[in-house]
T-cell receptor
Framework: NAGVTQTPKFQVLKTGQSMTLQCAQD?????MSWYRQDPGMGLRLIHY???????DQGEVPNGYNVSRSTTEDFPLRLLSAAPSQTSVYFC?????????FGEGSRLTVL | TQLLEQSPQFLSIQEGENLTVYCNSS?????LQWYRQEPGEGPVLLVT?????EVKKLKRLTFQFGDARKDSSLHITAAQPGDTGLYLC???????????FGTGTSLTVIP
C-alpha cells in the first residue's frame, strides 16, 4: 500500500529556475494539500484541493501554483524559485478528521 | 499568521517524568488532531478529537479537546525515550477541508 508518494526527495535549484514537485495518492481521497515546513514554524498550508478541478489557496500561496486534473495527482509548481522557498515540502491527502503524509521533498534554492 | 499556537516550543525532560503540551487558537474547529513526526519523515496521526470536552487516551498519552473546540492538550505520563519527536496539533476548518497546523513542540526524553 503506497499511500502518498512524493518526488523528488531532494532537489537543488538556482534562483529563477522552475520545477514541479509531484504528489500521488492511491487512497481515493478527495482532499489533497501541500505544506511547507520551516524551523519553528510547524507546517504551513500552501494550497489545497477538495476534488478534481478544484483548488484553493492556503496560508502561504505566493510563488506556487497547483492543479488537480485527477483525484490521484496534485503537483506543486514553482515558476521562478527564490531562496525564501528553501524548505521541506509535504504533500498530504485525507478525509474527515485525518491526513496522511508523504515522506517530504527537501528543496534548496541557491 | 499561525492559526494555532503550541506551547512549549521545546521540551527536554528525564525519562519517567510527566508533561503537557498545549495547542491554542481563537478559531473554532470541526475537529482537532495530534500528529507525531520523526526526523526525515512525514507527520503521523496519533488521534482525532471531535466533540467539545472530549478526552481520548492512547496508552500513556491523554488528549483533551476544549469545551469551545478552540484548544487542546496532550499529556504524556511517565515519558520514555521512544516518545522523543515533534508533536503537532492540527485544526480542521470544516469536515474534510482546510487542515491548519500548530507551530509544533519538539520533545526530547533523556534516558
Amino acid at each position: 500500500n503506497a499511500g502518498v508518494t512524493q518526488t523528488p526527495k531532494f532537489q537543488v535549484l538556482k534562483t529563477g529556475q522552475s520545477m514541479t514537485l509531484q504528489c500521488a495518492q492511491d487512497m481515493n481521497h478527495e482532499y489533497m494539500s501541500w505544506y511547507r515546513q520551516d524551523p519553528g514554524m510547524g507546517l504551513r498550508l500552501i494550497h489545497y484541493s477538495v476534488g478534481a478541478g478544484i483548488t484553493d489557496q492556503g496560508e502561504v500561496p505566493n510563488g506556487y501554483n497547483v492543479s488537480r486534473s485527477t483525484t490521484e495527482d496534485f503537483p506543486l509548481r514553482l515558476l521562478s524559485a527564490a531562496p525564501s522557498q528553501t524548505s521541506v515540502y509535504f504533500c498530504a491527502s485525507g478525509s474527515t478528521g485525518e491526513l496522511f503524509f508523504g515522506e517530504g521533498s527537501r528543496l534548496t534554492v541557491l | 499568521t499561525q492559526l494555532l499556537e503550541q506551547s512549549p516550543q521545546f521540551l527536554s525532560i528525564q525519562e519517567g517524568e510527566n508533561l503537557t503540551v498545549y495547542c491554542n487558537s481563537s478559531s473554532v474547529f470541526s475537529s482537532l488532531q495530534w500528529y507525531r513526526q520523526e526526523p526525515g519523515e512525514g507527520p503521523v496521526l496519533l488521534v482525532t478529537v471531535v466533540t467539545g470536552g472530549e478526552v481520548k487516551k492512547l496508552k500513556r498519552l491523554t488528549f483533551q479537546f476544549g469545551d469551545a473546540r478552540k484548544d487542546s492538550s496532550l499529556h504524556i505520563t511517565a515519558a520514555q525515550p521512544g516518545d522523543t519527536g515533534l508533536y503537532l496539533c492540527a485544526g480542521e476548518s470544516t469536515p474534510g477541508n482546510q487542515f491548519y497546523f500548530g507551530t509544533g513542540t519538539s520533545l526530547t526524553v533523556i534516558p
